[in-house]
């Protein structure tokens, strides 16, 4: 399988690559925009923060369901100023039912003069003395001085075994909560069908002086989660569930909460109790199950040596989240490798074709043979997946030569047929007539001017069309100039959908790397779409009523409807030789042909798209650029 990565350029390679292909206003606009970002963010996050006069009512609040709630913190030579900060974000929460557990393992340290743990020296923990007299103010301050540091996960479940909430919520030991997180926690927990809920964080300046770095999350995507950590902080789950699934595994130290969220959630969406590994990942209510709440609730401070500051200061706990999702896997009864990337903490999962299904590519093709040839090549050269036929719906050409290279080309390609398509175009019609001349288990729709630059891009593909949660996969598609055409489709921009990372170098992460792993999202482009046979005749394939516009993006969420996932995959890369400068919508009758066919999609989906799309952040914009405030 061909590695499809890349070596991390350093910001002066990456620099001098920008000036060499783009210019000097180029990288003058990427220093500004660097720049400028972080002071955004700072004041977006202070304007939007809640108020004093919020808090009160908070207080004043009194919800249906009003769990305790138990926040573990398990405490390692925490500095003492940090320490308190820490226990002084929860004492402020405005909602008061709550416990917080410290668990400290400090014994054998002492404090320097500016109030950091140090090295051995005192016989008891130097956080002690702290730690009693925030109990003595406040009861509702648990904590147990350990007799040893045995690590961040047995430290944890010393925390956990102190704990009475019938919820629990995790807290580093250096980090800090938001005053209202608490409350917009167990405001989620009214659902009573909800187990776990997670909120968005942001990192902060060791003095809490700035905030940066947001992380604006997805509702749950199940394919994101096996890329990387994008919970993380605050993660929290019903007593029960922790306790059920034994705590930390102190093997996975380092990823212990990622590999602690897999076994929550399989046991919370139903695993353990039905005694079978299959967990249907599309269902609507794994969303109800998994709640999230998309406000900036965590802190996690940018302390000198932390993860956050310094990704290479913890190598080993990347190899530990990339055991984590593999196992995970193993449990669930999927074949799958889980492999690290060159991107810290970012995992490629290659799902392991069952069997050797025969694969049905169909590509509509009006002249333009070039583009044909091409594209046939590439997948017959390239291509690890070799039980494949073409199916090409031949839609009107009026080139000669253009008949007489299909017959030159079923010649040589035995696994290829032509059918003819004699009405007026109507790119869902010609697809749907093809469909009905392909053999194929699996279908892969694609557009004629594409390339497949991944050997192992259809595998991929395959691998994850096959899992029973999955409806439909999209892929990377790549302009000529290395820069993004497609990595996914967001549903709401101006009323209706938008690709997010168009325009992006090949090899740029997009927000939180979404452009670079595997993900969920409602919709993927119809240029490079892979559906199984009976899933295109259960939604009734494409729409004939949208010929031209929004066939795809209704399409797919016609899949969605089946409860069915649909998965970016960001390692099956594939040029896409449309012009960047074309247009669409370049007439007055394109452009009233555009709006006409939006106007048919919004008859058919605009109270769904209205309402949000779940693996898009409501934080951000949806009439300008994607992933802005």
């Known amino acids: ?34 720049i400028e970002a972080p002071r955004k963010y700072h004041r977006w996050f202070l304007a939007q923060r809640v108020t004093a006069e919020q808090l009160e009512a908070q207080r004043q609040t009194h919800f249906t369901y009003e769990p305790k709630v138990s926040i573990l913190v398990p405490t390692y030579r ?28 400090s014994v054998g340290a002492k404090i ?84 776990i809920v997670y909120t968005d964080e942001d990192k902060a300046t060791n003095n809490l002086g700035k905030f940066m770095d947001p992380n604006f999350k997805p509702d749950f995507s199940i394919d994101l989660f096996r890329s990387h950590n994008y919970i993380t902080h605050i993660y929290s789950v019903k007593t029960d569930i922790l306790r059920a699934v034994g705590g930390f595994n102190s093997e996975y130290d380092g990823a212990q909460d990622y590999e602690m969220m897999f076994r929550c959630i399989e046991y919370a969406l139903g695993a353990a109790s039905s005694g079978t590994s299959n967990i249907d990942f599309g269902l609507d209510s794994v969303r109800e199950i998994i709640a999230h709440v998309p406000k900036v609730l965590y802190h996690w401070r940018l302390a000198k040596g932390s993860t956050a500051e310094n990704p290479e200061s913890k190598m080993y706990a990347y190899e530990a989240g990339r055991k984590a999702v593999q196992e995970h896997l193993k449990r669930m009864g999927i074949h799958a490798k889980v492999e690290m990337t060159d991107m810290w903490g970012m995992y490629h999962t290659t799902y392991e074709v069952q069997g050797e299904p025969l694969v049905s590519v169909i590509i509509p093709n009006k002249d333009h043979t070039d583009d044909l040839e091409n594209c046939l ?162 939604v009734g394939g494409f729409t004939e009523e949208l010929p031209v516009a929004g066939n795809d993006v209704d399409f797919c969420l016609k899949v969605r409807g089946l409860e069915k996932l649909v998965v970016y995959n960001a390692f099956s890369e594939w040029y896409h030789f449309e012009s960047k400068s074309r247009g669409y919508e370049d007439t007055p009758e394109k452009r009233d042909r555009f709006r006409a066919e939006v106007g048919k999609f919004r008859e058919r989906w605009g109270e769904r798209v209205d309402a949000g799309d779940e693996y898009y952040n409501p934080n951000f914009d949806m009439e300008n650029a994607p992933y802005e405030l």
């Open 377 to 538: 090549r590439s997948i017959n050269d390239k291509s690890d997946y070799k039980n494949i036929e073409f199916i090409i719906a031949e839609n009107n050409s009026e080139d000669k030569e253009t008949f007489a290279a299909y017959e030159r080309l079923e010649k040589e390609f035995e696994n290829l047929k032509v059918v003819k398509w004699e009405k007026e175009f109507n790119y869902s019609a010609i697809n749907n007539f093809a469909a009905k001349h392909a053999s194929g288990e699996y279908f892969l729709f694609l557009n004629n001017d594409t390339e497949l630059i991944s050997p192992s891009g259809i595998s991929e593909m395959l691998g994850i069309e096959q899992r029973s949660d999955v409806g439909a996969v999209g892929t990377k598609l790549i302009y000529p100039d290395e820069t993004v055409q497609h990595a996914g489709i967001l549903l709401g921009f101006r009323g209706y959908a938008q690709h997010p990372f168009v325009g992006i170098g090949r090899n740029e992460f997009g927000f939180m790397v979404r452009a670079r792993i595997n993900c969920n999202y409602n919709a993927v482009t119809g240029a490079c779409l892979m559906v199984s046979g009976e899933d295109f005749k259960r």
């Open 112 to 195: 320097d003069a500016d109030g950091n743990v140090v090295g051995a020296a005192s016989p008891k923990s130097p956080l002690e003395d702290v730690l009693r007299e925030y109990h003595e103010q406040d009861p509702r301050i648990i904590y147990k001085t350990l007799d040893r540091n045995g690590g961040i996960s047995y430290n944890t479940n010393c925390a956990l075994e102190m704990a009475t909430g019938e919820v629990i919520a995790l807290l580093d030991h250096d980090d800090v909560y938001e005053p209202d997180a608490l409350f917009e926690i167990v405001k989620a927990y009214q659902n009573p069908k909800t187990r």
């Open 1 to 34: 399988m061909e590695k499809t990565g890349f070596k991390k350029e350093n910001k002066i390679q990456k620099a001098l690559r920008i000036l060499r292909e783009k210019g000097p206003g180029e990288v003058a606009k990427k220093v500004k925009n660097k």
């Open 78 to 105: 925490t500095p003492l100023p940090l320490l308190k900060e820490m226990i002084e974000s929860v004492r402020a929460q405005s909602y008061e039912n709550l416990e917080l557990c410290i668990a400290d393992g």
